[in-house]
C-alpha cells in the first residue's frame, strides 16, 4: 500500500504499541488503543490541554485538566462544553505509521452556526466564543452573527432583555472596531444574551384577533388603552393583530412608542432605550423575526416606574404641569395651523444656527427648568425639527458625564448614564419618525437633565489641551485604564490626543478595546454604543459648536469607562483562547 507524500510520519508501529502515546509534526497527539492507531488535535478544544498527557481507556480520551471526554475514533466529544476534537485518517504501512494532516471534521459556516446556536441554548461561554471566531473567520457579516442571537432571546425568557440590547448595541457598533474588536463585541453580546434568555422557557406567542379588518387608528387606540391600564396580555393581541394585517414598520414603531411616551420617563428611561434597540434590531433581523422582537417590548409595559409620580418630578417644583401644557399646546398650533390649511406634516425643517444651539444648551444645563420646558415648546411651535432638539438634550446630557465629579457616590455614574441613553435614544427614533406625539419624549428628557444638576456640584473641570506633543501610543491610554480612579488622566490624555491631531477612528477602536476586555456590566455598552452614534451624527455638521460637541461625546465616554475599569477580564480571556486555539496556535508548552 502506498501512502501520499502529504501524509505525516508517526514512526514505527512497534514503537507507538511501547509509546502508548506521541505527538507528531502539525501538532498531532496518535495513540495505539486495543490494538488500533488513532490520531486526534493534541490541543484539547476546551482550553487547549495537551492531549497526550490525558488518559485513554475503554475507546474514551479524557483530557487531565477538565475532565473533557472524546471518542478517541471519531473526535465527538461527550461534555458539550469541551467541543468535537479534530480527528485524522491513519494507514500502517510496512510497519510505519502514517497520518493525512487533513482532519476528517468539516468546519464550515453551518457547523458554527449550530454550535453557536448550542452555545446559547447550554449558555457556554467558551462555546459562544469559539462559534464567533470561526464564523468571522469564515465571512460572515456580523450583523448576521447578531441575528442568532437576537432570535434565540427573543424565543426564550420573559422579553427583551439588557442581553438583548447589549447584543444590538454592539451590532451598531461594529463597523468602528477591527476584526478583534468585532469578536469581542459579538462574544459579548451573545454571552449577555445567553445568560438572559437560556434555560428559561419558551415565549409562546398569543393569537391575533379573529379579523383583521380593524382600522390601524382604532388597534393604535386600543393598544393605547392596554399598555394604560397595564394589561399586556391585551396590548400583545393587539400589536400581532397589527403584524398580521401588514401595517409597516414605521408606524408600528410611532404605535409603540406614542404608548411608551403616554407617561414620563419610563423606568428611568430603560423602557424608551429598550424599544429603540428592539427597532435598530428590526432594521437587520429576518422578517420572520418582527412579531418576536415587538412582541418581546410588551411584558416591560406591565409594570414599568411612571416618573411623573415620583416626588422630585412633582416637588419642590412641579416639572410634570409645565410639560402637560407645552404639549397641549402644540396639538392645539398643530390644529389650528391645519384648519388654517397649512401644512400637516409634522416634520419641520428649521435649523438652528450654532449661537442658538449654544444658547438652548446652556439653558437644558441651567438651574431653570421651566424656562426650558417653554423654550423647547416655542422652538417647536417655530417649526425647529425635533430631531435637531432632540440631539442638544443628548449633547447636554453627555455634558453631565463630562461634569461629573467622581466625588459623587460611584452609583451616581449611572443616573447620568440613564439620561444620556434616552435622549439617544430619542434622537434615533425622531430621526425616523414625524409622528408629532413622540416629541413629547424631549421634554422628559431635558427634564431628567435638569434632575441631573446636582451631580455637576462641584462640576468637574473639562480637560484643556496641555499643549504637549499627543501621543499616537493607543497603549498609554489602555495602560492608563488597567489602573482604577484615572477618570481625570484619561480624560486629559484623549483631550491631548483630539487638539493634537490623533485620528478620530482609531481612538473609537480603542475606546471599544477599553470597553469590550473588560467584564463590562450594562450600562458601560450603553454609553460606547450611544457616544459614537452622537458622534458620528455630529460630524455632519461644520463649526467650532459641533467640533466641541464631538469632543463632549468622546470625554464622556472615556470617563464613564475609566470610571468602571479595570475588572476581572475573564470574558475576554475566554475570546483570546477561543482565537488562539481556531489559529492553531499552542496554548501550553512542555518545559
Same mark, same amino acid.
Given at each position: 500500500?502506498?501512502? &501520499?507524500?502529504n501524509?505525516?510520519?508517526?514512526?514505527?508501529? /512497534?514503537a507507538?504499541k511501547q509509546?502508548? #502515546?506521541?505527538?507528531?509534526?502539525?501538532?498531532?497527539?496518535?495513540?495505539?488503543?486495543?490494538?488500533?492507531?488513532y490520531?486526534v488535535?493534541n490541543r484539547? *478544544?476546551? @482550553?487547549?490541554?495537551?492531549?497526550?498527557?490525558? &488518559?485513554?481507556?475503554?475507546?474514551?480520551l479524557?483530557?487531565?485538566?477538565?475532565?473533557?471526554r472524546f471518542?478517541?475514533? &471519531?473526535?465527538?466529544?461527550?461534555?458539550?462544553?469541551?467541543?468535537?476534537?479534530?480527528?485524522?485518517?491513519?494507514?500502517?504501512?510496512?510497519?510505519?505509521?502514517?497520518?493525512?494532516?487533513?482532519?476528517?471534521?468539516?468546519?464550515g459556516?453551518?457547523?458554527y452556526?449550530?454550535?453557536?446556536?448550542?452555545?446559547l441554548?447550554?449558555?457556554?461561554?467558551?462555546?459562544?466564543?469559539?462559534?464567533v471566531?470561526?464564523?468571522?473567520?469564515a465571512?460572515?457579516?456580523?450583523q448576521?452573527?447578531?441575528?442568532i442571537?437576537?432570535?434565540?432571546g427573543?424565543?426564550?425568557?420573559?422579553?427583551?432583555?439588557?442581553?438583548?440590547t447589549?447584543?444590538t448595541?454592539?451590532a451598531?457598533?461594529?463597523?468602528?472596531?477591527?476584526?478583534?474588536? +468585532?469578536?469581542?463585541?459579538?462574544?459579548q453580546?451573545?454571552?449577555?444574551?445567553?445568560?438572559?434568555?437560556s434555560?428559561r422557557?419558551?415565549?409562546h406567542? @398569543?393569537?391575533?384577533?379573529?379579523?383583521?379588518?380593524?382600522?390601524?387608528?382604532?388597534?393604535?387606540?386600543?393598544?393605547?388603552?392596554?399598555?394604560?391600564?397595564?394589561?399586556t %396580555?391585551?396590548?400583545?393581541?393587539? @400589536?400581532?393583530?397589527?403584524i398580521? +394585517?401588514?401595517?409597516d414598520?414605521?408606524? =408600528?414603531?410611532?404605535m409603540?412608542?406614542?404608548?411608551?411616551?403616554?407617561?414620563f420617563?419610563?423606568?428611568?428611561?430603560?423602557?424608551?432605550?429598550?424599544?429603540? +434597540?428592539?427597532?435598530?434590531?428590526?432594521?437587520?433581523?429576518?422578517?420572520?423575526q418582527?412579531?418576536?422582537?415587538?412582541?418581546?417590548?410588551?411584558p416591560?409595559?406591565?409594570? *414599568?416606574?411612571?416618573?411623573? /409620580?415620583?416626588?422630585?418630578?412633582q416637588? !419642590?417644583?412641579? =416639572?410634570?404641569?409645565?410639560?402637560? %401644557?407645552a404639549?397641549?399646546?402644540?396639538?392645539q398650533?398643530?390644529?389650528q395651523?391645519?384648519?388654517a390649511?397649512?401644512?400637516?406634516d409634522?416634520?419641520?425643517?428649521? #435649523?438652528?444656527?450654532?449661537?442658538?444651539?449654544?444658547q438652548?444648551l446652556?439653558?437644558?444645563?441651567?438651574?431653570t427648568?421651566?424656562?426650558?420646558?417653554?423654550l423647547?415648546?416655542?422652538?417647536?411651535?417655530?417649526?425647529t425639527?425635533?430631531?435637531? @432638539?432632540a440631539q442638544l438634550?443628548?449633547?447636554?446630557?453627555?455634558?453631565?458625564?463630562?461634569?461629573?465629579?467622581?466625588?459623587?457616590?460611584?452609583?451616581?455614574?449611572?443616573a447620568?448614564?440613564?439620561?444620556?441613553?434616552?435622549?439617544?435614544?430619542?434622537?434615533?427614533?425622531?430621526?425616523?419618525?414625524?409622528?408629532?406625539?413622540?416629541?413629547?419624549?424631549?421634554?422628559?428628557? #431635558?427634564?431628567?437633565?435638569? $434632575?441631573?444638576?446636582?451631580?455637576?456640584? *462641584?462640576t468637574?473641570?473639562?480637560p484643556?489641551?496641555?499643549?504637549s #506633543?499627543?501621543?499616537?501610543?493607543?497603549?498609554?491610554l $489602555?495602560?492608563?485604564?488597567d489602573?482604577? %480612579?484615572q477618570?481625570?488622566?484619561?480624560?486629559?490624555?484623549?483631550?491631548?490626543y483630539?487638539?493634537?491631531?490623533?485620528?478620530?477612528?482609531?481612538?473609537?477602536?480603542?475606546l471599544?478595546?477599553?470597553l $469590550?476586555? /473588560?467584564?463590562?456590566?450594562?450600562?458601560s455598552?450603553?454609553?460606547y /454604543?450611544?457616544?459614537?452614534?452622537?458622534?458620528?451624527?455630529w460630524q455632519?455638521?461644520?463649526g467650532?459648536?459641533?467640533? +466641541?460637541a464631538?469632543?463632549?461625546?468622546?470625554?464622556?465616554?472615556?470617563?464613564? $469607562?475609566?470610571?468602571?475599569a479595570?475588572?476581572a477580564?475573564?470574558? !475576554?480571556?475566554t475570546?483570546?483562547?477561543?482565537w488562539?486555539?481556531?489559529?492553531?496556535?499552542?496554548?501550553?508548552e512542555?518545559?
Amino acid at each position: 500500500m502506498s501512502v &501520499s507524500l502529504n501524509w505525516i510520519s508517526a514512526g514505527n508501529l /512497534e514503537a507507538l504499541k511501547q509509546e502508548g #502515546a506521541k505527538v507528531i509534526r502539525g501538532g498531532i497527539a496518535v495513540f495505539y488503543h486495543e490494538d488500533q492507531v488513532y490520531a486526534v488535535d493534541n490541543r484539547c *478544544p476546551h @482550553l487547549g490541554f495537551p492531549l497526550h498527557m490525558g &488518559s485513554l481507556c475503554d475507546g474514551i480520551l479524557t483530557c487531565h485538566w477538565h475532565h473533557a471526554r472524546f471518542d478517541v475514533c &471519531s473526535g465527538g466529544t461527550l461534555d458539550p462544553w469541551a467541543d468535537d476534537v479534530p480527528s485524522y485518517e491513519v494507514r500502517v504501512d510496512g510497519g510505519e505509521v502514517w497520518v493525512n494532516p487533513v482532519s476528517r471534521r468539516a468546519e464550515g459556516a453551518e457547523k458554527y452556526k449550530h454550535r453557536l446556536k448550542e452555545g446559547l441554548e447550554q449558555n457556554i461561554g467558551i462555546v459562544i466564543s469559539k462559534a464567533v471566531v470561526g464564523l468571522i473567520e469564515a465571512g460572515v457579516p456580523e450583523q448576521d452573527i447578531a441575528r442568532i442571537g437576537i432570535e434565540f432571546g427573543t424565543t426564550y425568557g420573559t422579553g427583551w432583555n439588557a442581553g438583548l440590547t447589549i447584543l444590538t448595541a454592539m451590532a451598531q457598533s461594529v463597523d468602528k472596531l477591527d476584526k478583534n474588536g +468585532k469578536i469581542l463585541a459579538l462574544y459579548q453580546g451573545l454571552v449577555h444574551v445567553a445568560r438572559g434568555s437560556s434555560g428559561r422557557g419558551t415565549r409562546h406567542l @398569543l393569537s391575533a384577533l379573529p379579523s383583521a379588518d380593524v382600522p390601524f387608528e382604532r388597534l393604535t387606540e386600543w393598544y393605547r388603552s392596554c399598555i394604560e391600564v397595564r394589561d399586556t %396580555q391585551g396590548a400583545e393581541k393587539v @400589536l400581532i393583530t397589527a403584524i398580521l +394585517k401588514g401595517i409597516d414598520t414605521k408606524r =408600528l414603531s410611532e404605535m409603540m412608542l406614542v404608548a411608551a411616551t403616554d407617561h414620563f420617563y419610563l423606568d428611568g428611561g430603560h423602557v424608551f432605550d429598550f424599544h429603540s +434597540k428592539a427597532f435598530e434590531a428590526l432594521e437587520w433581523a429576518e422578517v420572520s423575526q418582527k412579531e418576536r422582537i415587538l412582541t418581546s417590548l410588551v411584558p416591560m409595559m406591565a409594570r *414599568p416606574t411612571r416618573s411623573e /409620580e415620583l416626588h422630585q418630578w412633582q416637588a !419642590p417644583l412641579n =416639572l410634570v404641569e409645565p410639560i402637560k %401644557q407645552a404639549v397641549n399646546e402644540l396639538e392645539q398650533n398643530a390644529a389650528q395651523a391645519k384648519l388654517a390649511g397649512g401644512s400637516t406634516d409634522a416634520r419641520q425643517q428649521t #435649523a438652528l444656527s450654532a449661537d442658538t444651539e449654544e444658547q438652548l444648551l446652556k439653558q437644558l444645563l441651567s438651574d431653570t427648568p421651566v424656562q426650558t420646558i417653554a423654550l423647547l415648546r416655542d422652538l417647536l411651535i417655530a417649526g425647529t425639527a425635533p430631531e435637531q @432638539l432632540a440631539q442638544l438634550v443628548a449633547l447636554a446630557a453627555a455634558e453631565r458625564i463630562v461634569r461629573f465629579h467622581t466625588q459623587n457616590d460611584f452609583g451616581d455614574w449611572i443616573a447620568v448614564l440613564h439620561t444620556f441613553t434616552y435622549a439617544h435614544a430619542v434622537h434615533e427614533r425622531l430621526l425616523q419618525s414625524d409622528e408629532p406625539m413622540l416629541q413629547r419624549a424631549i421634554f422628559h428628557g #431635558a427634564v431628567s437633565v435638569y $434632575l441631573d444638576r446636582f451631580l455637576n456640584v *462641584p462640576t468637574a473641570a473639562r480637560p484643556k489641551p496641555s499643549g504637549s #506633543a499627543a501621543s499616537a501610543d493607543h497603549q498609554e491610554l $489602555l495602560d492608563l485604564l488597567d489602573l482604577r %480612579q484615572q477618570v481625570g488622566p484619561a480624560a486629559q490624555w484623549v483631550m491631548d490626543y483630539i487638539h493634537g491631531g490623533g485620528e478620530p477612528g482609531a481612538l473609537l477602536n480603542t475606546l471599544g478595546h477599553a470597553l $469590550l476586555r /473588560e467584564d463590562a456590566e450594562f450600562h458601560s455598552f450603553q454609553m460606547y /454604543e450611544a457616544a459614537v452614534a452622537e458622534y458620528d451624527r455630529w460630524q455632519a455638521a461644520t463649526g467650532s459648536f459641533a467640533e +466641541k460637541a464631538k469632543e463632549t461625546m468622546l470625554l464622556a465616554c472615556t470617563r464613564y $469607562l475609566a470610571a468602571h475599569a479595570p475588572t476581572a477580564r475573564e470574558l !475576554p480571556h475566554t475570546a483570546k483562547i477561543a482565537w488562539r486555539l481556531h489559529k492553531g496556535e499552542r496554548l501550553f508548552e512542555e518545559e
